[in-house]
């Protein structure tokens, strides 16, 4: 059974720091990259960043890069975001993500994504 679970979520001010993680199971964790989309009340769904875990290759949302940082532990199936400097815009449920390592290529998009975890809330307060 393929799992992903979210955890670090929560409330915390403008300017502060979170770190998500996503652990990953019931399939071939080197073969995929792992990602975190989010979704804000009233708004789209959006990709904020992605890893592949075959090669290490990252992709950044623009209005993240330079705050947040994802990393892989490929020992522990576990995916990292670290969020710095949050800001109010910030706040939504994040969910993590996987598809083949190839999808990567194109940048973050819902197309051709395989699995979906259940979401944690971060809220940032202003």
């Known amino acids: 059974e393929v799992q992903l679970v979210e955890s670090g979520g929560g409330l915390v001010q403008a300017g502060g720091s979170l770190r998500l993680s996503c652990s990953a199971s019931g399939f071939i964790f080197d073969d995929y990259a792992i990602g975190w989309f989010r979704q804000a009340p009233g708004k789209e769904r959006e990709g904020v960043s992605a890893?592949?875990?075959?090669?290490?290759?990252?992709v950044y949302k623009d209005s993240v890069k330079g705050r947040f940082t994802i990393s892989s532990d490929n020992a522990k199936n576990t995916v990292y975001l670290q969020m710095n400097s949050l800001k109010a815009e910030d706040t939504a449920v994040y969910y993590c993500?996987?598809?083949?390592?190839?999808?990567?290529?194109?940048?973050?998009?819902?197309?051709?994504?395989?699995?979906w975890g259940q979401g944690t809330q971060v809220t940032v307060s202003s």
């Open positions: 993500v996987a598809a083949p390592s190839p999808w990567i290529i194109a940048g973050l998009r819902e197309d051709g994504l395989q699995y």
């Open positions: 890893i592949s875990n075959s090669d290490g290759s990252t």
